[in-house]
């Protein structure tokens, strides 16, 4: 099974200022990570898959890096409704599908 | 507009059954697999059970192989998750999920439903 292992738990940030998230595979899985975001009492949201590509009708202040075993979620200029839980996924070797155990980004 | 809405949530005492059912609408549902996960309280989410398009797999996660049985009725566009012998660990919200390829079996969750609550509990 791939573990991922999300970093930090919380980041306490500023609207306006640039969140950078963190997410370690235990295992090599070349592109096959997706991003999430799930704000509470919502549905979670498809924001990148393939590691770097953004889904249908998300902002370009989001963007995704990385291969291999280390990956990055990066959100410029934060607004308000990016405050939330983030969370790595991983579909390059499954089942089981796995997901990190998240980031909460929050106001500081 | 894709709608997934789940349904049939509850409270069970440990060792019961419950039925969870997701009804999908506003796109071909017989042409994407789908998916359930769960969210544990105060936890993170976690993938629960794949069917492929056509109704085969399905793929479990190994803490509810053998308890708990995905499926699907591509006539009525609906997708089923049979959870039998029920712990407390299994106290979640349930979300049903769509793949995003279609006619490919891919493992991203593009669409995701509003969420179930099933509570395990004497």
């Known amino acids: 099974e791939v573990v991922l292992t999300q970093s930090p738990a919380t980041l306490s940030l500023s609207p306006g200022e640039t969140a950078t998230l963190s997410c370690r595979a235990s295992q090599r899985i070349t592109s096959n990570l997706a991003w999430y975001q799930h704000r509470p009492g919502q549905a979670p949201r498809l924001l990148i898959y393939?590691?770097?590509t953004r889904a249908t009708d998300i902002p370009a202040r989001f963007s995704g890096s990385g291969s291999g075993t280390e990956f990055t979620l990066t959100i410029s200029d934060l607004q308000s409704e990016d405050f939330a839980v983030y969370y790595c996924?991983?579909?390059?070797?499954?089942?089981?599908?796995?997901f990190g155990g998240g980031t909460k980004v929050e106001i500081k | 507009q894709v709608q997934l809405v789940e349904s049939g949530g509850g409270v069970v005492q440990p060792g019961g059954s419950l039925r969870l059912s997701c009804a999908a609408s506003g796109f071909p549902f017989s042409n994407f697999g789908m998916h359930w996960v769960r969210q544990t309280p105060g936890k993170g989410l976690e993938w629960v059970a794949f069917i492929r398009f056509d109704g085969t797999g399905p793929f479990y996660a190994d803490s509810v192989k053998g308890r708990f049985t995905i499926s699907r009725d591509n006539g009525k566009n609906t997708l089923d998750l049979e959870m039998n012998s029920l712990r407390p660990e299994d106290t979640a919200v349930y979300y049903c999920?769509?793949?995003?390829?279609?006619?490919?079996?891919?493992?991203?969750?593009?669409?995701w439903g509003q969420g179930s609550q099933v509570t395990v509990s004497s």
């Open positions: 393939r590691a770097s």
């Open positions: 996924q991983q579909y390059n070797n499954w089942p089981p599908l796995t």
């Open positions: 999920a769509k793949d995003r390829i279609e006619m490919a079996t891919i493992g991203n969750f593009q669409h």
